[in-house]
């Protein structure tokens, strides 16, 4: 998948952009706050119908304004696809493909491969084991429809589970067979999601492994450890087991909702023990790892969003992360950077073919 044209109204601080791309490496080159990184994440908004940044689709809208519109051309070889996203004030997202909505904005993901890397990524590795969730099914969901679907039966199941177990303790209630309906889902759909997490969590590893490698170019051991209650008994024996624990607190105390990936340097947790060096270095790593095992599975290439990565790793690194992107093996590359010469002068180096674009005040011109 190409992006060969990204046409924009009204996002974020774009009025008006209208942008056509090559097929390697794409650069938004500008000062702060000119609007680089609103681009890429219109970008990322056409694979995930939402902003990586902000989850209220309104106030991606430019202030002031009733609307926004991202469009992205898209080459995919024998032909083209437009996506469009639209939104208006107080009214529903439009997502079309090739002018037809879409009935649910799950069966989009996955179509146009895309992986991120922000200075927010930190946050997977130093706050809570929910953003880990995410990142595992993000990736999962890009190249396993069926995943997506489980896992929002699942939180349905739970929802449900929950609100019959507040409702119980309120009422001084017990209704042993309506509990048992949701337990039945969370069983089904739960024990699909953690066979999946495990497979991808055996498979992702080797090549996190590998990049982690080839980007320190040092002695140090990676890991990543999957730890689930679901490892060690079956589902159905631990919402057995833990009734009484779950009447109590009036809530499921037990599930994949309480997964977590641990990352492990040297065998200590990384969030703890990881420099901040390191902790970049395994980010990238595994955002390396993410675009790889999505292109083998999927079989289509991966669109590559570099925001701010010189505010992540030294001279070195970023030219062995280029490098990597660049080699062909990935897909298309958009990179942000406030020096207007600094990734030219890398790419320039390594004969690297790219575009860059001055980004100012949230428009683009060729530079
Ligand atoms: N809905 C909106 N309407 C208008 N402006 C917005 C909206 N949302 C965000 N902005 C503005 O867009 C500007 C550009 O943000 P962006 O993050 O793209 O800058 P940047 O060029 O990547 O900067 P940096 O180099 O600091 O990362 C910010 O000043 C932000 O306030």
């Known amino acids: 998948m190409l992006l060969k044209e990204l046409n924009i109204l009204n996002f974020k601080n774009c009025s008006e952009a209208n942008l056509s791309f090559t097929e390697n490496v794409n650069c938004f080159l500008g000062n702060n706050g000119e609007g680089k990184t609103n681009l890429l994440d219109a970008i990322y908004y056409l694979s995930f119908c939402k902003s990586y940044f902000n989850p209220i689709d309104s106030q991606n809208i430019k202030h002031e304004e009733p609307f926004f519109v991202v469009e992205g051309i898209y080459d995919k070889g024998d032909k083209t696809d437009v996506i469009y996203c639209g939104l208006k004030r107080n009214q529903k997202?439009?997502?079309?493909?090739n002018k037809k909505n879409y009935e649910r904005l799950a069966d989009h993901i996955g179509t146009i491969p895309l992986v991120m890397i922000s200075p927010i990524d930190i946050l997977l590795i130093i706050e809570g084991s929910d953003g880990r969730r995410k990142f595992i099914d993000g990736i999962i969901s890009q190249y396993d429809k069926s995943y997506l679907n489980n896992l929002l039966n699942y939180n349905k199941a739970l929802h449900h589970r929950n609100l019959l177990l507040k409702s119980?303790?309120?009422?001084?209630?017990?209704?042993?067979?309506?509990l048992e309906i949701w337990d039945e889902q969370l069983i089904k759909y739960g024990t699909l999601i953690h066979q999946s997490r495990k497979t991808f969590v055996d498979d992702f590893t080797p090549i996190f492994q590998k990049y982690f490698t080839q980007l320190s170019n040092n002695k140090e051991t990676v890991a990543l450890?999957?730890?689930?209650?679901?490892?060690?008994?079956?589902?159905?024996?631990?919402?057995v087991n833990n009734l009484a624990k779950d009447k109590a607190n009036h809530y499921t105390n037990f599930g994949i909702h309480k997964d977590d990936l641990?990352?492990?340097?040297?065998?200590?947790?990384?969030?703890?023990?990881?420099?901040?060096?390191?902790?970049?270095t395994y980010l990238m790593a595994l955002k390396l790892a993410q675009a790889e095992l999505i292109k083998n599975i999927s079989e289509k290439k991966v669109i590559f969003l570099l925001d701010d990565i010189f505010d992540k790793l030294d001279d070195n690194r970023m030219k062995q992360l280029l490098a990597i992107?660049?080699?062909?093996?990935?897909?298309q590359i958009f990179i942000t950077d406030t020096s207007l010469s600094r990734i030219p002068d890398i790419l320039t180096e390594e004969n690297i073919n790219f575009k860059a674009f001055k980004i100012e005040n949230g428009g683009a011109v060729d530079v």
């Open 225 to 239: 450890i999957y730890q689930s209650q679901l490892n060690d008994d079956s589902f159905e024996n631990l919402l």
């Open 93 to 97: 997202k439009q997502f079309k493909r």
């Open 168 to 178: 119980f303790w309120l009422n001084r209630n017990f209704d042993k067979d309506s």
């Open 262 to 280: 641990v990352f492990a340097i040297d065998e200590f947790p990384m969030k703890k023990f990881g420099s901040q060096g390191q902790q970049k």
């Open 325 to 331: 992107v660049s080699n062909g093996d990935f897909g």
